[in-house]
């Protein structure tokens, strides 16, 4: 089974500065797709971010980008200039190539500092 | 608005009820899936289904069961509560090849008591 582990509970960061919240995860498929999720206290699950493993090339959106090792299982999610609306819990989250359901990895609060 | 609709949005019962959650799809996805957040399981897949059809199974309960509708709704049915299943039910959808990931509903907060 896939398993997807974020070993950060919980980071602080400057506002205006720049933070990486690292992910690693299991998986013995070839084929599959890795996300960033970002759950704000309204508990809405917003999609930050989507990666297919067959890229080399790293996904961005806007502020956000990853650094996807393939090799190494790592999949970590850069803030670039990190606003207060930024504040929320963010899921790593893996698929397999089948699109089957989503396994989320345990969250990372992000605190940011006025 | 995600496209993704979720009703109710909060639901109070007692425990040995049974209730049933209600999510409709972003138009154009034929796939549904149901998960489960709480603070101790963190969130969890329960269950999906694509055109109708069950697709995958996750740790979904014996006493909970799903399905999805000719119009692609699909009904989530939770039964013989327990406090424990207390908890935020997520509904999501996607297109086949999840080509633009999975777009979540904004949840039915259940509260067992």
């Known amino acids: 089974a896939q398993t997807v582990t974020q070993s950060q509970p919980e980071m602080s960061v400057q506002e205006a500065e720049t933070v990486t919240l690292s992910c690693t995860y299991d998986t013995s498929e070839s084929d599959y797709y890795l996300f960033w999720y970002k759950q704000p206290p309204s508990r809405q699950m917003i999609l930050v971010i989507r990666q297919e493993a067959y890229k080399q090339q790293n996904a961005t959106e806007n502020r956000f980008s990853v650094n996807f090792q393939k090799a190494a299982k790592s999949f970590s999610l850069k803030i670039s200039d990190s606003q207060l609306g930024d504040a929320a819990m963010y899921f790593c989250?893996?698929?397999?190539?089948?699109?089957?359901?989503?396994?989320f990895g345990k969250g990372t609060h992000l605190i940011i500092q006025p | 608005d995600s496209g993704v609709t979720q009703t109710p949005k909060h639901l109070i019962t007692a425990t040995g009820q049974r209730v049933t959650l209600r999510c409709s799809p972003r138009s154009g996805d034929l796939s549904v899936y149901w998960y489960q957040q709480s603070l101790d399981q963190g969130l969890q897949f329960l269950i999906q289904?694509?055109?109708?059809?069950?697709?995958a199974k996750g740790n979904i309960l014996e006493r909970f069961s799903a399905q999805q509708f000719p119009d692609l709704h699909s009904e989530l049915n939770l039964s013989s509560l327990e406090l424990g299943d207390s908890a935020l039910y997520f509904c999501a959808s996607s297109d086949p090849g999840a080509n633009y990931g999975y777009t979540f509903g904004s949840g039915t907060r259940l509260t067992v008591v």
């Open positions: 289904y694509y055109n109708g059809e069950e697709r």
């Open positions: 989250a893996y698929s397999g190539g089948g699109a089957d359901g989503l396994t």
